[in-house]
């Protein structure tokens, strides 16, 4: 009664339309604060991403008889890209600030940086520190020539950087290990199949979490001793190289040379996606210039060229060197592996503090790799600007490394 403020005791009417207390089933006490729950900045990321493609999809000129309908203002999906990945590196130096005011002057670099001012960004922005060559090098919107898109895309974000919704995100938390863990339990039991109350469900669950929690060669000596099995050495070797190549997988995905060569990857593939757009465009327009043009009744010497000959392909080469003869793993150039540097060589690459100096690096090159890219207005009938095949990241096939 004293969570509810009052001094009678709360009724409840029953199904058969009885009015009696309701059972007290105890609860917290009322001066207890009320919890506060923390959001994943990915998913906040994909929540803006969205709201920005609805603004990109929609009309791209205004409407003369209708002044008051909207229009994107010119919104392209590189300013979609690049304000969301902004958003995603400001996000991560939230845990440093030590204050409320720090936390929303902070939060005006997801759209501030897209309009080339810089005060407000963090290490993830080298703008201040970058030469007049370099400047040139790089594209941004204009406060005043874009002042329309600057307000809309104003309001879009406000609600995203109010200090509430940055507390949410502030943690430099993630659920990478939860999406994981549940993509491991969707193979062991895909979800186009019932298993719903049956002991196989169980099984396999409890499988993937064997497997996640002690390892493949450490769940199935755990359950071969349980069942009362003999583990024989063919099978233990099979074990223990599959779980090897899953350890050090899992430990190299998690270095900083890989976090760059995956930033450096997806950058590439985005230049590539633009200059397919581009190529798009042109030959679309009929802007595409070559000798003879016009006069092949509007088709391209090579759409019409059945008959192409096929690219002779020779011996192919492996390893470092680049040689035939052998693969990487037998190369002659092949880099010694070592656990750690040598003495004088600096930290090691799974020290904290050079993990952190590596992430920025990263963040910093990718962000102005990004910045490099020109605000094109890419048509959406344009297939090529994104490909749903690269998409697709990991194989389901070679899960835990058992089917190659």
């Known amino acids: 009664m004293a969570n509810n403020n009052t001094h009678e005791v709360p009724k409840i009417t029953t199904r058969g339309g009885n009015i009696v207390p309701r059972p007290d089933k105890g609860g917290v006490p009322g001066n207890m604060p009320q919890p506060e729950f923390l959001a994943d900045p990915n998913h906040r990321q994909k929540t803006l991403t969205n709201e920005l493609y609805a603004l990109e999809k929609l009309p791209k000129q205004p409407d003369k008889k209708n002044p008051n309908k909207k229009w994107n203002h010119t919104m392209t999906k590189m300013d979609v890209l690049r304000i969301s990945k902004n958003f995603a590196f400001m996000g991560k130096t939230l845990k440093d600030k030590t204050s409320e005011e720090a936390m929303l002057k902070t939060s005006k670099a997801g759209i501030e940086h897209h309009f080339d001012n810089h005060e407000h960004c963090g290490d993830w922005c080298r703008r201040s520190t970058q030469s007049e060559e370099g400047r040139k090098k790089h594209f941004y919107r204009s406060k005043e020539k874009d002042a329309a898109l600057y307000e809309t895309l104003q309001q879009i974000v406000a609600r995203f950087i109010t200090i509430e919704a940055l507390k949410e995100i502030g943690h430099s938390l993630d659920t990478n290990a939860n999406e994981s863990f549940n993509q491991t339990i969707s193979w062991m039991a895909p979800k186009n199949k019932v298993y719903s109350m049956t002991v196989s469900l169980k099984i396999r669950i409890c499988m993937a979490i064997g497997v996640n929690a002690l390892g493949l060669l450490g769940y199935y000596k755990e359950l071969f001793k349980r069942l009362g099995i003999t583990m024989s050495n063919d099978v233990y070797h099979f074990l223990k190289v599959k779980d090897t190549n899953r350890s050090r997988r899992n430990a190299k995905a998690k270095t900083s040379a890989a976090k760059r060569k995956r930033a450096k990857v997806k950058v590439e593939r985005l230049k590539a996606h633009m200059e397919d757009a581009k190529k798009a465009r042109c030959r679309r327009d009929g802007s595409v210039y070559q000798s003879g043009i016009g006069m092949d009744g509007g088709y391209l010497d090579e759409d019409t060229n059945t008959n192409k000959r ?20 037998s190369c002659p150039n092949k880099p010694a592996e070592t656990d750690g540097p040598a003495d004088g060589d600096g930290p090691a690459d799974g020290d904290p503090q050079n993990e952190s100096d590596a992430n920025k690096k990263a963040e910093a090159d990718e962000i102005d790799a990004y910045d490099a890219n020109p605000l094109l207005v890419v048509d959406p009938e344009d297939d090529e600007f994104f490909s749903a095949e690269e998409g697709s990241g990991s194989d389901d096939s070679s899960m835990f490394d058992l089917m190659d």
């Open 310 to 329: 096929k690219r002779a392909r020779g011996q192919k080469k492996y390893g470092i060197c680049r040689e035939v003869g052998h693969d990487k793993r």
